[in-house]
């Protein structure tokens, strides 16, 4: 009966010490990218988030692993194998990994997930945004200030909301100081592909655009702008070390506080599932440096920024005059996250 009872206490000891040593285990964070993690612009920002991550709860956290260049028509297979390798919250940094995190996510029910720029949620996944439309409407003024042609080149990824109302703000903020202000513009079919948006700007220069715009990832298009001796404006991060005479202004992402916010929600207890879509005024979002022009430029930038930020300025507030010459009043948050229309100054309609 003592050998009993003594087995039976030992084997306790051991559950109960491996019940310790699991309580202690890290939470294991993961993300997922569209692009290379030091692209040097959207999907080197996601991952300095990470690391921001690692840094923030040092033993508590793993946040070591993620996947790069992911394809997002395949990523479903690779999500799913984060999910089996006991990764706890994923961070899927991509609108093309909407389904695939939605259908793993409905297989790992104790796994919590947070998908960047979608709108399908479950209640173990989150979407997360940011309004860069905000952004893009400050850079459109500028731009409209700094071109002698009253012509911008667009460098587009894909054809989606998030873009086309990028695009509409640009033209909104450019239009708000000329009203003849055009735009030519040129999509690569990729969020990341140096050669094909280096071959889209340049197309574009020699179509006659004085300034580069890019919604898409890596600093080619800016780096083109510096040679050709033009004018660029730069996505996802601060590009202005690829076009020290070129750049502009950049709209740069800044997810660090959020990724270290959701990771504590996950550690604590608190984690729900959410839609939240955030701009200039909660710090996700900055449009700088502001260079290589004029001291009254720079002026109207920063006060356009304070605006937004008070909301004294919105970029969508109505009357807005559509392509096809329709009028709205207000759009909705809504009505811009479906957006599939120009306003009114596009020569090309959205392609389908």
């Known amino acids: 009966m003592r ?28 993300f997922v990218y569209v692009g290379p993690h030091n692209d040097g ?6 991952d300095l988030g990470r690391q921001a991550v690692a840094q923030e709860f040092g033993d508590k956290v793993d946040a070591s692993t993620y996947l790069e260049n992911v394809p997002e028509a395949d ?7 984060l999910a089996q390798s006991g990764c706890k919250l ?37 979407t997360y945004n940011t309004r860069w439309y905000e952004g893009r409407y400050v850079m459109g003024q500028i731009a409209a200030k ?20 990028g695009m509409d703000a640009f033209m909104l903020g450019a239009q708000s100081i000329n009203p003849n202000f055009k735009i030519k513009f040129i999509a690569t079919g990729s969020w990341f592909d140096p050669g094909k948006e280096a071959d889209a700007a340049n197309t574009l220069i020699n179509q006659g655009a004085d300034i580069i715009v890019q919604h898409t990832d890596s600093p080619a298009p ?21 076009g020290p005479k070129a750049h502009l202004a950049s709209l740069i992402d800044t997810w660090s506080g959020f990724y270290v916010d959701r990771t504590k929600a996950v550690l604590d207890g608190t984690w729900k599932s959410q839609q939240v879509w955030l701009g200039l005024k909660d710090g996700l979002l900055e449009v700088g440096p502001l260079t290589n022009m004029p001291d009254d430029v720079k002026k109207m930038a920063e006060d356009s920024i304070a605006k937004i930020k008070s909301g004294e300025l919105v970029p969508f ?12 009043q207000s759009v909705s948050d809504g009505e811009l996250l479906g957006l599939n229309k120009f306003v009114k100054g596009f020569d090309d309609p959205v392609p389908q």
């Open 146 to 165: 700094m071109s002698k042609k009253g012509l911008a080149g667009y460098v587009v990824p894909v054809w989606i909301p998030e873009v086309v109302m």
């Open 41 to 46: 612009g959207y999907s080197q920002q996601h």
């Open 90 to 126: 994923i961070f899927t940094t991509s609108f093309g990994f909407m389904d695939g995190t939605i259908k793993v996510a409905s297989e790992f029910p104790d796994v919590k997930f947070e998908h960047a720029t979608g709108f399908k949620d479950a209640p173990n996944v989150s």
């Open 75 to 81: 990523s479903e297979g690779q999500i799913r194998g």
């Open 317 to 328: 507030k109505g009357p807005i005059t559509w392509q096809d010459g329709s009028v709205s």
């Open 222 to 242: 800016m780096q083109t702008a510096e040679k050709a001796g033009v004018y660029g404006m730069g996505q996802a991060a601060d590009m202005s070390s690829f």
């Open 3 to 30: 050998k009993l009872l003594a087995a039976a206490a030992l084997a306790s000891g051991f559950v109960l010490a491996a019940s310790a040593a699991n309580a202690a285990d890290p939470l294991k964070v993961c």
